[in-house]
């Protein structure tokens, strides 16, 4: 079974990927752990639950329950997992799972670094984007009215768990949001896994076991190692934005209801590709290449009422701005990233605009 390590400051620990880990959940448990705090949401838990209850049998446990939604990822939902926490009897020997999507593994996790000044977390995303993204790292938070993920901590998981089998259950429009994130894992900085998707796509949206087991492990390895290097976003991890920048923004003109993470993030690498190779740091050939293949996995919904102009408004205030120069992730070639600031609102606007065409 692959155990790709994570090594930071906050923490040494390993994501393990296999069919069927999750009924072995409790191999992942550290020595001495008290009381299991599985924290999950409703739709997940009614799925998935019979691998877990029954690695967890025979110890004490207790399922917490979160709403879900991007709307629900707040303070509140925290103090009420807190208060429950409290009540069922935690203390700082306890383990806090997370099963569940994204906004469970950040909100979970959140919940384990400030209960009591900290306990510990194992990450169980069920979401392919969680499975590569999300849940490795050790970022958690919750958003405030103003903004998203303004709030939080880094908090290393004990370890993630990565059942692909659960996948399964995935709609259409999540699993490819979450390709989205494995591709751009593939353009910045692992060309093979950027061939596979590219070659093999009928495969990949088919849900091939085979081929979707690679593309875990290719992006997993591509996230941990680019933390292992910059746990806290000081320089490398920055190559990790590789089309979020212009992605951020189309979410929140969007009022982030109408796309998904992974469909606005997808505009955004078309973007990020088209300024690439309008500053001259991409070849045509390569630019035609990427944006074939991201339009293989996107399904961008319509974006009646957004212009260039608004989205390059938006960029100033994005959170990852620093000094007011929007630092730009540029893809040089296939498997490269490059950060670049300084770029002109014009030819900014003109990638935009291509990016919509
Ligand atoms: N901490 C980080 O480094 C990091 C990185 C990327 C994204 N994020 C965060 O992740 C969140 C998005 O995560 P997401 O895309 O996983 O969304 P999500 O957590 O909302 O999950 C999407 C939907 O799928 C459901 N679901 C989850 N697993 C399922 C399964 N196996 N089968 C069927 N349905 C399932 C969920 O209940 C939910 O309705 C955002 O809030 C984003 O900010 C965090
Ligand atoms: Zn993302």
Redesign the pocket.
């Known amino acids: 079974m692959p155990a790709i390590p994570v090594r930071t400051h906050g923490g040494n620990y390993a994501v393990h990927v296999e069919r069927g880990s999750l009924a072995r959940l409790a191999e992942f448990v550290p020595e001495g752990s008290g009381k299991l705090f599985i924290v999950t ?4 838990w009614k ?2 639950q019979g691998p877990v209850l029954q690695a967890v049998e025979g110890r004490e446990h207790a399922v917490l329950f979160f709403p ?3 709307d629900r ?1 707040r303070l509140a939902e925290v103090e009420a997992l807190a208060g429950q926490l409290l009540e069922q009897g935690a203390d700082r020997s306890s383990l806090v799972i997370a099963f ?7 909100v979970a ?1 959140f919940v384990a670094a400030t209960f009591m000044r900290g306990i510990p977390v194992l990450q169980t ?6 499975q590569v ?9 919750v ?1 405030l009215a103003s903004g ?2 303004l709030v ?1 901590a880094f908090h290393q998981p004990v370890a993630v768990v990565v059942d692909p089998d ?6 259409e429009r ?1 699993y490819r ?2 390709l989205v ?1 494995v591709l751009k894992a593939g353009i910045i900085r692992d060309p093979y896994l950027y061939h596979v998707m590219a070659d093999g796509y009928e495969s990949v949206l088919q849900r091939e076991p085979r081929i979707v087991d690679e593309l875990i492990e290719c992006a997993v390895k591509v996230k941990a190692g680019v933390v292992s290097l910059d746990e806290r976003e000081s320089g490398l991890r920055r190559i ?1 934005n590789f089309g979020h920048t212009v992605g951020h923004a189309l979410e929140a003109e969007t009022g982030y209801q109408r796309l ?3 469909e606005a993030v997808a505009f955004g690498m078309k973007a990020a590709v088209h300024l690439s190779h309008l500053t001259g740091h991409l070849s045509g050939e390569d630019s035609v290449d990427m944006l074939q293949t991201i339009g293989r996995y996107s399904v961008i919904p319509p974006l009646d009422g957004v212009t260039p102009e608004k989205l390059a408004a938006r960029l100033k205030s994005d959170k990852k701005t620093v000094l007011g120069s929007v630092h730009w992730v540029l893809a040089p070639a296939i498997g490269q990233a490059k950060v670049v600031s300084g770029i002109e609102e014009k030819i900014v606007l003109r990638a935009i605009a291509r990016a919509m065409e």
Do not use: C, Q
Request: proline share 2%.
């Open positions: 949401t409703g739709d997940v799925l998935h879900g939604g991007e990822k569940g999507g994204g906004i469970v593994t950040d996790g995303p069920t979401t392919l984007l969680a993204d999300a849940a490795i790292g050790g970022k958690t938070g958003n998203k993920n939080g659960v996948l399964s259950t995935l709609s999540e949001a979450g994130e990790l998904l993470h992974g």
